[in-house]
């Protein structure tokens, strides 16, 4: 269960890194409603993350949590954002996914 709590907490970190991004395509009051929404984001993803963090060790719970939100972020600035999408990013994207899909093979927990 707390592997779940962690992942989504991970996809809240993609969130707001999200409403980042739009936050600066966006003027006046919209910008501020995509603001409000990376702090929303963000605060759901630290509190989600710290009761990931009760039972999971640390290390690998933060590890795991960077590596969504890096991964997420990435792919979302190729899907939305438009940004370049080479052969190195893709390779480096794929060796990110596996590490985390390896720390979370070899946690015991």
Do not use: D, H
């Amino acid at each position: 269960m707390n592997w779940i709590v962690l992942i989504i907490a991970g996809l809240f970190e993609v969130s707001f890194a999200f409403c980042l991004g739009k936050a600066k395509e966006a003027t006046g009051t919209t910008a501020n409603y995509w603001y409000f929404g990376f702090l929303v984001c963000l605060a759901v993803s630290m509190w989600l993350l710290v009761k990931a963090t009760q039972t999971l060790p640390i290390g690998t719970a933060y590890a795991v949590w960077t590596g969504i939100g890096a991964v997420g972020t990435v792919l979302i600035g190729i899907f939305v954002f438009k940004e370049p999408a080479n052969f190195w990013r893709i390779f480096f994207i794929t060796t990110l996914i596996a590490s985390i899909v390896g720390l979370k093979v070899v946690s015991q927990y």
